[in-house]
């Protein structure tokens, strides 16, 4: 693409009728609601979609990326993957970790003989479900007929792919104890120097893949005894939410936990769970 090119499509502004088309799929499609203050940052992340698809005005990629053909050819995942907030980190919210490790494994050890089954709803670039990973691995050293299983689903084909790599900047395992660091980080082998992968080990315990939180048939199919599903609900419009919240509950087995985000509360939502800690719920029954 020449300069020429290129100034023309960086120059381009949402307009407010093209960003309400954005706005209505976000929403029905994945429960997203999108203020209108965010028309700013669709507008950045979508002009990289613009640069990458060669298409040159906001009107006619809106038209492509909705469109039956824009998804078959892929463009329509990208837009998603460009339109959703990935921030996440090893470890992040740790005192909700340690509750799991404190309290729900010993919980499950004392009553049950069986898989543990967890899942990250919602998993980005995979640091929750590795961070998961670690303490599972750590705790089966002390419990010796403890197993476990970990599904990690997102709605952005892009981080799950990232995640199913496991591939990570060396800054994003530095605040990770040494101990960890060591045993499951390894450089990245005829890469850039500065990348480390994760070990074998944890990523061989994830099962990644794309699943809409919004869409039910692409939930997994297990019953599982924990759920996280944190800083994810809080970017949904209050029904997508309030769905979103009960769908997830049902997956999980009576005296099952569900851990939403810090800041996020759903008890609201269902009379079938009871708050354990802030943002702790148990599933009754
Ligand atoms: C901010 S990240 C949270 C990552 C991790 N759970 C954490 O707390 O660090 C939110 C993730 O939710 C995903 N997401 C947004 N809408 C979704 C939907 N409808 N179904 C599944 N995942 C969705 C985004 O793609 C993003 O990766």
């Not at 290129?6 to 954005?22: G, P, V, W």
């Not at 992968?197 to 699943?211: T, W």
């Not at 269902?270 to 802030?278: A, C, F, H, L, N």
């Amino acid at each position: 693409m020449d300069y020429t090119a290129t100034a023309s499509i960086y120059s381009q502004k949402l307009q407010e009728k093209e960003f309400k088309r954005i706005q209505e799929f976000m929403l029905k499609n994945l429960g997203v609601k999108l203020a209108p203050i965010k028309i700013v940052m669709v507008n950045s992340r979508l002009i990289k979609r613009l640069k990458a698809t060669g298409i040159y005005t906001f009107p006619e990629y809106i038209e492509y990326a909705l469109s039956a053909v824009g998804k078959r050819s892929g463009e329509q995942q990208c837009m998603i993957d460009e339109l959703t907030t990935h921030k996440t980190e090893f470890f992040r919210e740790n005192e909700q970790f340690d509750f799991l490790k404190e309290v729900v494994l010993p919980e499950f050890t004392n009553n049950r003989n069986s898989l543990f089954k967890i899942w990250s709803a919602g998993c980005s670039t995979g640091e929750e479900a590795l961070t998961m990973a670690m303490i599972f691995e750590n705790y089966k050293t002390t419990h010796l007929g403890f197993n476990y299983n970990i599904e990690a689903t997102d709605v952005s084909k892009g981080v799950v792919d990232k995640a199913v790599l496991g591939v990570y900047g060396g800054a994003n395992i530095l605040g990770l104890d040494e101990k960890l660091r060591k045993r499951y980080f390894e450089p990245l082998k005829n890469g850039n120097a500065s990348m480390v992968q994760a070990s074998k080990v944890l990523r061989d315990r994830i099962k990644y893949s794309v699943s809409n939180l919004a869409a039910h048939y692409t939930y997994p199919n297990s019953m599982f005894d924990v759920v996280f599903c944190r800083n994810t609900l809080i970017y949904f419009e209050d029904n997508a939410k309030r769905e979103v919240v009960n769908k997830l509950i049902n997956k999980i087995k009576p005296g099952g936990y569900l851990f939403v985000g810090l800041s996020e509360t759903v008890s609201q939502y269902s009379k079938d769970i009871k708050q354990m800690r802030p943002s702790v719920y148990k599933k009754i029954g």
